[in-house]
T-cell receptor
Framework: RKEVEQDPGPFNVPEGATVAFNCTYS??????FFWYRQDCRKEPKLLMS???SGNEDGRFTAQLNRASQYISLLIRDSKLSDSATYLC???????????FGAGTRLAVHP | NAGVTQTPKFQVLKTGQSMTLQCAQD?????MSWYRQDPGMGLRLIHY???????DQGEVPNGYNVSRSTTEDFPLRLLSAAPSQTSVYFC????????????FGPGTRLTVT
């Protein structure tokens, strides 16, 4: 079983839609959680951290559910520019414990 | 401020050849790392360094060597290329205390035939 699992998608949504992705992790010792964004054939970039209390950054909301070991990313009012792959990242402590999921692909169409 | 730079962008090797992928950063970051990204799999850590003169293995270190003689540079050496090493390689750097916020280079697409 992969340590971090994501639905690969693609999620095809129209502009203006709300879309949500989930990610599950297997290591209950995981300490911190993040979402990265990767555009096609580009490098990944940090999108946002995920706090226990949840956090919001504009149209993006991230939530953590430690009991069920999953994190989520909600995107409201989708834009064409949101089309990308979203990587779920989990840290179980230590410099060699940053685990990347394979990503969920989002395609926003006009 | 160039950020993280990688060379070359593309490379084709024959099985058994060796080569070095270059990585440099100009942000004075202590932490640097190398990942490989394969289709359907997440980025996997190959080697990392928390400062000049200090390196350690990640999840998939076999077949690769690294050294960190300066803060800026972190080259990755493929000792004897194999087709299984065909992948996209990303170098990243960050502050040691916030190593989860990694700044990635543009990547090197390597094909081993």
């Amino acid at each position: 079983r992969k340590e971090v699992e994501q639905d690969p998608g693609p999620f095809n949504v129209p502009e203006g839609a709300t879309v949500a992705f989930n990610c599950t992790y297997s290591n209950s010792a995981s300490q911190s959680f993040f979402w990265y964004r990767q555009d096609c054939r580009k490098e990944p970039k940090l999108l946002m951290s995920v706090y226990s209390s949840g956090n919001e950054d504009g149209r993006f909301t991230a939530q953590l559910n430690r009991a069920s070991q999953y994190i989520s990313l909600l995107i409201r009012d989708s834009k064409l520019s949101d089309s990308a792959t979203y990587l779920c990242v989990v840290n179980a402590g230590g410099y060699n414990k940053l685990i990347f999921g394979a990503g969920t692909r989002l395609a926003v169409h006009p | 401020n160039a950020g993280v730079t990688q060379t070359p962008k593309f490379q084709v090797l024959k099985t058994g050849q060796s080569m070095t992928l270059q990585c440099a950063q100009d942000m004075n970051h202590e932490y640097m790392s190398w990942y490989r990204q394969d289709p359907g799999m997440g980025l996997r850590l190959i080697h990392y360094s928390v400062g000049a003169g200090i390196t350690d293995q990640g999840e998939v270190p076999n077949g690769y060597n690294v050294s960190r003689s300066t803060t800026e540079d972190f080259p990755l050496r493929l000792l004897s290329a194999a087709p299984s090493q065909t992948s996209v390689y990303f170098c990243a750097s960050s502050w040691k205390r916030e190593f989860y916020e990694q700044y990635f280079g543009p990547g090197t697409r390597l094909t081993v035939t």
